[in-house]
Nanobody, 118 residues
Framework: QVHLVESGGGSVQAGGSLRLSCANS????????MGWFRQAPGMERELVAT???????TYADSAKGRFTVSGDSAKNTVYLQMNSLKTEDTAVYYC????????????WGQGTQVTVSS
């Protein structure tokens, strides 16, 4: 059973930084990509950053230049470093695993709240 667990969320003032972690505490598995999503109240879920196997990364326009996704395969953990946080970054952040080139994420974590105050 794959079990993704996010951590590192919290409250921070605008301009601050947070680093989110996503660890797989279940059985090891091979991924095509790991994604970080977020969802604010009343808003659609947004794909913020993607880390593809091999190291290629992509970012939403809202995250470019401020967020960095990375991974540590030895620890089965993916990170999202978020700098220069803005109030509009407030959301629940989820990590998810994509197992194939098909744009579908099979496994999801429970989410971690990020709150940015002015």
């Amino acid at each position: 059973q794959v079990h993704l667990v996010e951590s590192g969320g919290g409250s921070v003032q605008a301009g601050g930084s947070l680093r989110l972690s996503c660890a797989n505490s279940g059985r090891p598995f091979s991924t095509y990509a790991m994604g970080w999503f977020r969802q604010a109240p009343g808003m659609e879920r947004e794909l913020v950053a993607t880390l593809f196997t091999g190291g290629h990364t992509t970012y939403a326009d809202s995250a470019k230049g401020r967020f960095t996704v990375s991974g540590d395969s030895a620890k089965n953990t993916v990170y999202l470093q978020m700098n220069s946080l803005k109030t509009e970054d407030t959301a629940v952040y989820y990590c998810a695993a994509r197992l194939s080139p098909i744009d579908f994420y099979e496994y999801w974590g429970q989410g971690t709240q990020v709150t940015v105050s002015s």
